[in-house]
């Protein structure tokens, strides 16, 4: 028996109030964060849809975790708890804990890159590319040639170009290469997944080169629903099974555990390695601590290892992916252009085809951005010209290929309810479409400017 209804598989038990406000009080607190979100006071926020990163709601058997936390400097409880879990799900012998996905990407990038060698993913997620051109290495994406067209229903458009990846490897050389990178899902590529079969190839065309292949696994439980859900032959498998498979194809994974593993901090390195483990554990303890921690407390690694178990449960990622895609089919059937298929986290509003009368030049990104918090106090952020937009030696801005706005959803935090508020919001976004105007940008920093640069509205 299945109903049309899908509902929070939680109930609450703590709750955080919302501070409502009006359309005239979020014009004044836009303009007094420069037309910025990320310079707005999260209590004047009505529904924060800026990131699903470390913005999880945790369980009562989190908390309860929390409280058992063994805060030894060696050998804590909590550590052989985590190191347990994390071994049986990846498979992988070596574990090594870091306080976030970055810290772990520094460790084994750092390590791996340099001058001359190069990396190669599906898509690198920017702190991944911010690690390997740091390290002196570059950084090379081949998305498959499915997801250029962004309005086709193709399952899989996180997957890797298989053909370009054989080339690339054969073209390098096995010892020019710092590892092959599958983000999954693709982050960066709108939250796609990427199927089992293309992992698959990855790991044979790496194994063909006897080069390193390193999973990206922040998302790994919803991607495992897109594969159950949309692969042939993994319909009767767990989330957690397919998982498991997946990791056994690859050499190591790195993770953010502030997407997946449910949690508000934390991340690791999971090596097969010894060697390379060795040398990663070494980094570890020369900025982010002894191998027992890395830079989590204790409390912090036991919720680590009950969200990772939570977060494949069949009822929780139903949820998950219902609400996500949910919120995305509603603003398509409302005529807004969103990238599509919808992925796992985030729904992708194509904001320079929404107002084709605003040029890159004026973000139209940005203007969707403001309008969102203005009408109903949505905070999203800009993932188009104002993020990835560069000046050339005239000054004139080289936009991005698209100019979009991301809807994340934090797990776990917002009812049904919630998202169909956001729904009617859209509805004034497109009633206003005609009169909305776009932004320019009065004061910018040199790097990562949409964190901090001012705007004004035109
Ligand atoms: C968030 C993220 C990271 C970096 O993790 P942090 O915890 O933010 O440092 C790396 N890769 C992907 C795909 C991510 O989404």
Known sequence: MSFQTFIEPFKIKSVEPIYMSTA????????EAFYNPFLLHSRHVIIDLLTDSGTSAMSSEQWAGIMRGDESYAGAQSWER??????????????????????AERILYGYLGGK???????????????????????????????????????????????????????????????????????????????????????????????VLFIIDCCRIAENAYFIRNKEKGYEHKSYREIAQEMFAL??????????????NMGGFLALQNEELATACTNLLIITEGF???????????????????????DDYLHYRIMSTTYLGEQLKA???????????????VDAGK??????AEQYPGQALVCELYQLGGIRTVEIG??????????????????????????????????????????????????ATKGVKIVKEPKFLRHFTAHFEML
């Open 385 to 434: 010209s104002v993020m990835f937009g560069k000046y050339d030696e005239d000054g004139k801005l080289v936009a991005a290929p698209m100019e979009l706005v991301r809807l994340a959803i934090p797990r776990r935090v917002y009812t049904k309810s919630h998202l169909d508020y956001v729904i009617e919001v859209f509805d004034k976004i497109v009633q206003n479409k005609a």
């Open 291 to 313: 191998a027992t921690y890395g830079g989590l407390s204790g409390r912090d690694m036991e919720a680590i290892a009950i969200g990772l178990r939570e977060v494949f449960e």
């Open 24 to 31: 005239e009080q979020r014009k004044q607190y836009m303009k």
């Open 82 to 103: 985590l190191e347990t879990e994390l071994k049986d799900l990846t498979g992988f012998s070596y574990v090594i804990p870091t306080h976030q996905g970055r810290a």
């Open 334 to 348: 409302k005529g807004v252009p969103v990238l599509y298929p919808i992925g796992g986290h985030a729904v992708y």
């Open 116 to 210: 001359g060698k190069t990396f190669i993913s599906n898509t690198h997620f920017d702190t991944t590319r911010a690690n390997i051109e740091f390290s002196g290495a570059e950084a090379i994406d081949i998305p498959c040639k499915e997801a250029e067209d962004h309005e086709s229903d193709y399952p899989f458009k996180g997957n890797m170009d298989i053909a370009a990846l054989d080339e690339l490897l054969g073209k390098h050389g096995s010892t020019n290469i710092g590892a092959v990178i599958l983000t999954v899902t693709n982050n960066t590529g709108g939250g796609q997944p990427v199927s089992m079969e293309n992992a698959k190839a990855v790991a044979e065309v790496c194994k063909k080169h006897k």
């Open 354 to 359: 929404l107002y084709n009368h605003i040029p």
């Open 250 to 263: 690859a050499d190591g994974c790195a993770m953010s555990a502030k997407k997946d593993a449910l949690v």
